[in-house]
């Protein structure tokens, strides 16, 4: 599980839909899978994406 992690250093880094987005699901960065939330909907796998904002653990996507 991903616990108490933060994941600000993640900001602006571009990764890859590892599931639907609808609009949660998982993205991959640097190898590292983490949950993610699509800021605009629905959102394909295997989809470049990136973050546009951390909050906590909340992690913001966009498609790239």
Same mark, same amino acid.
């Given at each position: 599980t991903q616990g108490t992690k933060?994941?600000?250093y993640l900001l602006d880094q571009v990764g890859t839909t590892t599931? @639907? @987005?609808r609009p949660?699901?998982?993205a991959s960065f640097n190898g590292e899978t983490v949950d993610v939330v699509a800021r605009d909907g629905f959102i394909e796998k295997d989809v470049a994406v990136v973050v &546009?904002? &951390?909050e906590g653990q909340r992690v &913001? =996507? =966009?498609e790239k």
């Open positions: 933060y994941f600000s599931t @639907l @987005l949660i699901g998982r &546009v904002a &951390v &913001v =996507v =966009v």
